[in-house]
């Protein structure tokens, strides 16, 4: 099992910045994928970015160049760096943990609100 803790939502102006946290602890595999995806409300809820434990990242067209994902392995913990924030990454946004051994077992967060007024 593995148990995934976020922070670091919230209410912010067009063109500001967040930082999202996210820390994972239970029996975590050296090998792994983290992330965040995001809900916005009467959507589907889609990749924001992943990184694998040995830092490839991968990021959604619409957030590439204004969001930066990073990780330290050994305090298990993954970080969203969100900048120049529009209205439309406005969502609640969930850290994700996908396990080495088996992709397909997924762990999810709780979900963090952020809001961006335009």
């Known amino acids: 099992q593995v148990q995934l803790v976020e922070s670091g939502g919230g209410l912010v102006q067009a063109g500001g910045s967040l930082r999202l946290s996210c820390a994972a602890s239970g029996i975590i595999f050296s090998i792994n994928v983290m992330g965040w995806y995001r809900q916005a409300p009467g959507k589907q809820r889609e990749l924001v970015a992943d990184?694998?434990?040995?830092?490839?990242?991968n990021y959604a067209d619409s957030v590439k160049g204004r969001f930066t994902i990073s990780r330290d392995n050994a305090k298990n913990t993954v970080w969203l760096q969100m900048n120049s924030l529009k209205a439309e990454d406005t969502a609640v946004y969930y850290c994700?943990?996908?396990?080495?051994?088996?992709?397909?077992?997924?762990?999810w967060g709780q979900g963090t609100q952020v809001t961006v007024s335009s």
């Open positions: 994700n943990y996908r396990d080495g051994r088996n992709w397909s077992v997924n762990y």
């Open positions: 990184i694998t434990s040995g830092g490839i990242t």
